[in-house]
């Protein structure tokens, strides 16, 4: 009895010394990069447990402390990750979704980068409004189009029809698509931007 009281006991100070770290995300190291081309280095915080922030909250050490919307940066980099911003707007049609990158479209938000190149790929993050928790899906962009590709539809994988017409260009990507030898987004990204200029 005395040894599980003074279990409870450390337990609870382990547990209320530790609680404000643990339950709170707080800023990380990063920068970002103005419309200008500058960069400013501090911290920056994008996010809470139930919330992505549509103003990103940074602390700088000779800037103090500014929220920066899509409006008012081209990106940031936290933890290794980059965002950039980008005119974003979502048409839908008898269930199908079209999102289209025409300025002054829509509104300017903040997508994950997951790989540049010929065929870049971005990561539309939200939360879900179902779990509550962090959600997002791909979507695939060539240099030159003034829209973006989803690349998957949920739990099925691959758009592969869309895709192949998307990606038309390079017929055996998309062969490997149909096929199901490449079923992941970054997959395709991969075989696109060092395979397909070679057709």
Request: net charge positive.
């Amino acid at each position: 009895m005395i040894m599980s009281k003074l279990h409870l006991l450390v337990s609870l100070g382990i547990l209320l010394t530790f609680s404000p770290v643990l339950g709170q995300k707080g800023f990380s190291p990063g920068y970002v990069i103005l419309n200008s081309g500058d960069t400013l280095q501090g911290s920056i915080r994008d996010r809470s447990e139930d919330k992505i922030y549509k103003k990103i909250r940074f602390r700088g050490e000779n800037t103090g402390r500014n929220k920066y919307s899509p409006y008012q940066i081209k990106g940031y980099i936290i933890n290794g990750s980059e965002f950039e911003s980008f005119w974003f707007e979502e048409q839908t049609q008898f269930f199908m979704f079209n999102y289209f990158n025409v300025e002054g479209r829509g509104e300017k938000v903040f997508l994950r980068v997951l790989a540049r190149g010929p065929l870049s790929c971005y990561l539309l993050e939200y939360i879900d409004p179902d779990s509550g928790y962090p959600d997002g899906f791909e979507l695939f962009k060539r240099e030159n189009d003034n829209f973006f590709e989803r690349a998957t539809q949920g739990i099925f994988g691959l758009k592969k029809n869309r895709l192949s017409r998307y990606l038309q260009d390079c017929p055996s990507l998309v062969e490997k698509i149909q096929s199901g030898h490449i079923k992941r987004p970054m997959e395709v990204v991969d075989y696109y931007n060092t395979q397909c200029d070679r057709e």
